[in-house]
C-alpha cells in the first residue's frame, strides 16, 4: 500500500508541473509533412524515411514544434535519471543512512518514509523547473528545447557541429526514455536493482 501511496505522490505533483503547460496551441491535420522532413530525427534507422505509426507528423507545424520541445525535454530528464538509476544502484550516495538503499525505487521510499519533507523538496524542484523552462519556452521565437542555459558553453557555433550534435541528444535521449522505463519496471516486477540483476545472470526478469 505504502508503494502504491508514493507513486500517487509523485505522479500528482508531476500531473500539476505539466499543466504548466497549455499544450500543442493547434490540432488541425496537415495536408502535407514538410515540416515533420525538416526536423531532426529521421535518419538510417528509418531508411531516411518518417516513422510515426501514431500519425503525429501529420499535425500542424505549430503542433509539432511543441512535440519536438516535450519529446527533447523528456530526452533530457530520461538521460539524467537513468544516469542516477545505475548511480544508486552501483551504492554511490550522500552520506546518510537514509540514501544506502542500492534499489533506486525502494530507495525513493526509503527517502519518502523517513523524510517525508526530503520528498516533499524534490516534488518542489520539479514543479519550479518545469514552470521555470515552460516560460522560457513559450517566448516568441525559441527553438524546441532551446532555454538558453549553456553554462559549460557545450553548444558548438559551427551549425553543421550543432545540428550533430542535436541529432545526438535527440537519440540518445529516446533511448535513455525506454531504457529508465525498463530500470522501473524490472526492479518492480524482480525486486532486484540493476547490478542484482546482472550479477544473479537473469536476462528476463520474470
Known sequence: FRSMALKVAILLPLAAALKVSTGPPAREMAPTLPKAMEMAGIGLETGGQIWDPAGFATFSDESLTWFRACELKHGRVAMLAALGY?????????????????????????????????????????????ALGQAKQSEPGTAPGDLSWDPLELKPQDPEELASMQLRELKNGRLAMLATAAYFWQEDISGMGVFEQINNANINPF
Open 86 to 130: 545505475v548511480t544508486v544502484a552501483a551504492g554511490i550516495h550522500f552520506p546518510d543512512a537514509v540514501f544506502t538503499e542500492t534499489r533506486p525505487w525502494a530507495a525513493l521510499v526509503k527517502v519518502s518514509e523517513e523524510r517525508p519533507l526530503a520528498l516533499g523538496q524534490i516534488m518542489l524542484g520539479i514543479f519550479a523547473a518545469e
